[in-house]
């Protein structure tokens, strides 16, 4: 018999992880457009420069997230990290 309860579960999650990932992954390019943008668009201020660092470390912080949940859910799929040693 299917349990129809876990098969919810298991594509909700499924689902809901895939929009987190591509959303995070956009808000990451968005971010990193937006530093390319103010650095080739704008003359050297101090202000501008502190923007444009806000902005890449925000991209970056989004990409590590990014990473770390692909390498998480690659992990949770391959047996061999889950033997018993």
Known sequence: MINWNSLILVAAVAIGS??????VFSLGMRLL???RNIK???KKKDGVKVSEAVYRIGAYLMFTICSSAVLYGIYLIVPYFHLDK
């Open 40 to 42: 080739e668009n704008t």
């Open 18 to 23: 895939s929009v987190g990932l591509v959303t």
């Open 33 to 35: 457009t937006n530093a």
